[in-house]
């Protein structure tokens, strides 16, 4: 499949950062020139939705909820890339996205991830620590699943737990990503780490659009866990042009 497909971010214990990997993945992505769609299966922390500038109509529990296909809620990021990317945030009261918790809710969520397949050339899901239905339907129709770890003792033992709940499903953790990680990361089993930003405001991501340290680490990230080849300038060859 070469990385392409449903690629579910599964953060393993809240806090690891998840949503804001997942929109610098679609960014990197993007300016690489792919379409990509960024699905929020968080519904309970709607993170994804701070990254819409402006109201938001039919969100991705009202889609699930009423039997809508999840393009009735993409918005699109409108960035400065080549590529495309559109999400489809979660922002609902508590009596729509407790709706949308549903097994029947979940089933739809997993063929609408499948339909966006088709249409997009990746399909980035932002996934919670599994322990509800959207979540578990998220692992389970996903081509790929990155584990997202923050780079700590708590994120290494979380991993295991991780790694043991997604067995229970018959799933598994493909790759894993280490977050907030310096020269040296903790975490061991990560097939990739990324720095902390310099932004880290959510509602002001994605920076990866354009060439810095932090983007070429995400790059390199999405190279290590999506199993793709990008072509992409990196900081220090921008540098070099501009000399």
């Given at each position: ?44 922390t ?42 489809a945030p ?5 009596e ?6 549903t ?57 295991v ?13 493909d ?13 061991e ?14 509602p ?28 992409l ?11």
């Amino acid at each position: 499949m070469n990385g392409e497909g449903v690629c579910a971010l599964v953060g393993v214990v809240g806090g690891a950062g998840t949503t804001r990997l997942t929109l610098e993945y679609g960014a990197t992505l993007a300016r690489d020139g792919r379409s990509v769609a960024v699905v929020d299966t968080a519904y309970a922390t709607q993170g994804l939705s701070t990254a819409v500038s402006g109201p938001i109509g039919t969100d991705v529990t009202a889609a699930v909820t009423e039997q809508r296909p999840l393009a009735d809620a993409a918005v699109d990021l409108d960035l400065d890339v080549p590529g495309r990317v559109v999400v489809a945030p979660a922002r609902a009261p508590f009596e729509r996205f407790s709706r949308a918790m549903t097994s029947a809710c979940a089933r739809r969520l997993a063929e609408g991830l499948a339909t966006a397949a088709r249409e997009y050339d990746h399909v980035l899901v932002d996934v919670a620590p599994v322990a509800t239905n959207p979540t578990v339907a998220a692992v389970t129709a996903a081509d790929r699943v990155v584990a997202v770890v923050p780079d700590s003792q708590r994120g290494a033992d979380a991993l295991v737990r991780t790694r043991d709940r997604l067995a229970d499903i018959d799933a598994a953790v493909d790759a894993v990503v280490a977050t907030e990680a310096e020269d040296k990361p903790l975490v061991e089993a990560a097939d990739a780490t990324v720095p902390t930003s310099e932004t880290t405001s959510l509602p002001d991501a994605p920076v990866a659009v354009e060439p810095s340290e932090f983007a070429t680490a995400v790059g390199a990230a999405v190279t290590a866990t999506l199993d793709v080849d990008l072509d992409l300038e990196t900081a220090s060859s921008s540098l070099l042009d501009y000399f």
